[in-house]
């Protein structure tokens, strides 16, 4: 038994643990003392100990799991990163999991489980009760990154004919039965569909006999159990929702989405443009080096085959190059401005689609923007680059070609940054992976072509 004074984070460290936190917590796992590290945990909100968790190695992180074992706050598997959930599981054993995810609402439920593979999903699937397995089990059928899957099948219906005593004397006879936490309670017809929706805040200020159909609001947004988590979090925000009824095909209620679930979405939805943007995923943290370097291989090749096109296009040149060496020392520039504007065009363009703030009716305004925001910019940037030019080489001709080529690949960014997002999301396909690789082909290959093009034109 030990009788050290239990660890805690640093006073004043509210944004993480500290590396002192974590390196006794460590010195407590090497000496097994289970007193103690069960003390810490006890101690940390979920999302602290899901840190506390990612912040240690493999071995460290298996031993502290079976020193806690079930003590574990259940919330804790829903603040870990996606990469490591599966970790995790395995290290805790079904058993175990399949107990922590009795005590977790549906929706962080269905979300740890999903990250798992499917031979620890059947190992838990056999040690959970038939009414968690079969919401896991019903919760996979549905799209992914879907209402279904984002819905919470905890909440608070009530037929139109009931009034407030009723409600209230409901709520309190089937208070275990109750969603930890809710905003608003579901007015139903007898085919279980949603009519109506009714803060809490507004049945506790009425008196018990007044009927709950004079009190709701019939103006509900109903959200589809296949809509895309994207649309469900656009309806929330335009809307100003606090939760929203799920229904199925036939319009019956089947769960709540609230806002904390859409707050999570928008967060990993912006994450996930990020990464896709950079050719990387949010498991390359916590993934072992061969998984990582497998996912990141297939944005290599992409861009392993935009710079053959576009040595290509400088071979057409070499003539032109053997007599003007300075088009080598210079060629790098105008491909890279190109390059970099075009990404910030591509990042505020892709933003934009999935904030749908880029519609039909504004593209042609976005785009002659941008166009016009490049040429600008290659204004400037050509008659900096021009004048270092002219002085460098000592050549007002070749001063003039390298800012041309400037100002022409510079609005070609502005254009192509927003004409291909648009273009691969009207043929189906992600602009957040696929815009980076097309952008960077055309601003290379034309940077390249243009400079080399005016060079062999205008100065041999």
């Known amino acids: 038994m030990s009788n050290a004074e239990p660890i805690r984070p640093e006073e004043g460290d509210a944004l993480g643990l500290g590396e002192a ?44 799991l079976e020193m806690v074992g079930t003590n574990l706050e259940p919330e804790t598997l829903t603040y870990l990163d996606a990469g490591l959930r599966e970790p995790v599981a395995a290290a805790l054993g079904p058993g175990k999991v399949a107990r922590i995810l009795e005590l977790l609402e549906s929706d962080d439920a269905l979300a740890f489980f999903e990250d798992l593979d499917e031979e620890l999903r059947a190992q838990i699937l056999a040690r959970v009760p038939v009414t968690i397995r079969r919401l896991l089990q019903e919760g996979l059928t549905y799209p992914e990154d879907s209402a279904g899957r984002l819905m919470q099948r905890e909440m ?51 008196t018990r006999p007044v009927r709950i159909l004079t009190l709701m609001d019939e103006d509900i947004q109903s959200v589809p159990v296949t809509m895309d988590q994207e649309e469900v979090a656009w309806l929330f925000k335009r809307y100003s929702l606090l939760s929203a009824p799920v229904v199925d095909d036939a319009g019956r209620l089947v769960g709540v989405i609230t806002v904390d679930d859409v707050l999570e979405v928008v967060e990993e ?9 950079g050719g990387v995923g949010e498991a390359d943290i916590g993934e072992g080096a061969m998984a990582t370097a497998k996912r990141r291989i297939r944005w290599l ?17 070499e003539g032109t190059i053997e007599e003007i060496v300075a088009l080598a020392i210079l060629m790098p520039i105008v491909a890279a401005m190109g390059g970099n504007a075009g990404m910030q065009v591509v990042t505020v363009t892709v933003r934009a689609l999935a904030t749908r703030a880029l519609t039909s009716r504004n593209t042609m305004r976005v785009v002659g923007k941008e166009v016009l925001v490049g040429l600008t910019n290659g204004l400037v940037f050509a008659t900096i ?6 002085l460098w080489f000592g050549r007002v001709d070749l001063a003039l070609v390298l800012a041309t080529a400037m100002i022409f690949n510079m609005a070609w960014a502005g254009l192509a940054g927003t004409l291909i997002p648009l273009s691969l999301e009207r043929f189906g396909f992600d602009p957040a992976v696929a815009a980076g690789p097309f952008l960077t082909t055309t601003t290379d290959v034309l940077g390249f072509f243009i400079f080399l093009g005016l060079a062999t034109t205008f100065l041999l």
């Open 21 to 64: 936190f974590v390196r006794e917590v460590e010195e407590a796992l090497a000496a097994q003392d289970s007193e103690r590290v069960n003390a810490v945990v006890e101690n940390l909100h979920p999302a602290d100990a899901a840190d506390l968790l990612e912040a240690l190695g493999a071995d460290e992180r298996r031993l502290l």
């Open 156 to 206: 608070v219906v009530v037929p139109s004919i009931w009034t407030v005593g009723e409600t209230i004397d409901y709520m309190r006879a089937h208070r275990k039965e109750m969603p930890t936490d809710f905003y608003d309670l579901y007015v139903v017809d007898p085919r279980y569909r949603p009519i109506g929706k009714l803060p809490l805040s507004r049945v506790m200020r009425h």
């Open 269 to 277: 939805e912006a994450e996930d443009d990020l990464l896709k943007l």
């Open 301 to 317: 090749v992409v861009t392993l085959f935009n710079t053959i096109v576009a040595s290509l296009v400088i071979s057409r040149f």
């Open 385 to 390: 680059m021009g004048t270092i030019a002219g």
